[in-house]
C-alpha cells in the first residue's frame, strides 16, 4: 500500500510560481513511476506530468511544456511539481499519483495509477 500526500496548493496570481509536494509512504519508492493529474471543475481528469522510477524519463502535456517541471528525490520518498508562468485555467485539484508501469502509454494513463494522493487545489487569479 502507497500512501501520497500533497501539498504546495492555493491561492495564486496568474504569472506565479508556486511549487507542489507529494510525499510517498511506502519503503520501495524509487521503484515507481510518479505522475501529476489535474482535475478542473467540469472537466475531464487530465494527465500533467510523470517521472519515471530512475528520473531519467519526464513526460509532459502539452499545455504545461515548458512551464512546469517535475522532479524526484527518492532519498525522500518526494516528488515535487514546479509550476511556473500559471495561467487562470490552470485551476484545479491536482493529485499526485504511483504505479510501477513502464510503457510509455500506461504512464499518461490515469487508470493504471494505483495510487493516488487526496488532491491539492491550486487556484490561479487573473
Known amino acids: 500500500q502507497v500512501q501520497l500526500v500533497e501539498s504546495g496548493g492555493g491561492l495564486v496570481q496568474a504569472g506565479g510560481s508556486p511549487r507542489l509536494s507529494c510525499v510517498a509512504s511506502?519503503?520501495?519508492?524509487?521503484?515507481?513511476?510518479m505522475g501529476w493529474f489535474r482535475h478542473a471543475p467540469g472537466k475531464e481528469r487530465e494527465f500533467v506530468s510523470a517521472?519515471?522510477?530512475?528520473?531519467?524519463?519526464?513526460y509532459y502535456a502539452d499545455f504545461v511544456k515548458g512551464r512546469f517541471t517535475i522532479s524526484r528525490d527518492n532519498a525522500k520518498n518526494t516528488v515535487s511539481l514546479q509550476m511556473n508562468s500559471l495561467k487562470p485555467e490552470d485551476t484545479a485539484v491536482y493529485y499526485c499519483a504511483a504505479n510501477l508501469e513502464r510503457s510509455t502509454l500506461a504512464i499518461l494513463t490515469a487508470s493504471t495509477y494505483a495510487f493516488w494522493g487526496q488532491g491539492t487545489q491550486v487556484t490561479v487569479s487573473s
Open positions: 511506502v519503503d520501495t519508492f524509487s521503484g515507481y513511476t
Open positions: 517521472l519515471t522510477w530512475r528520473g531519467d524519463d519526464t
